[in-house]
């Protein structure tokens, strides 16, 4: 039987990715502050998440999440 080791960088940006996906940025923000996850490097985390992003781009998805 083999064992598949998460890599735990991965790992957190993938979870990251699923609760900016479902909550508010504003709720993420505060459960990233109290899990103490700010210690990462924010600018690669960032990188990676809004590599395909904007700031158009980002506007829009802002705009339609708060006229949901």
Not at 13 to 36: D, G, N, R
Not at 62 to 67: E, G
Request: contains cysteine; aromatic residues 8%.
């Amino acid at each position: 039987m083999t064992i598949k080791v998460i890599n735990e960088q991965q790992n957190l940006q993938e979870v990251i990715q699923v609760l900016l996906t479902h909550l508010e940025p504003s709720k993420v923000m505060k459960f990233w502050a109290a899990c103490k996850l700010g210690e990462s490097d924010y600018l690669q985390l960032k990188e990676k998440l809004f590599a395909q992003d904007n700031v158009d781009s980002l506007y829009e998805k802002i705009k339609a999440y708060q006229d949901m």
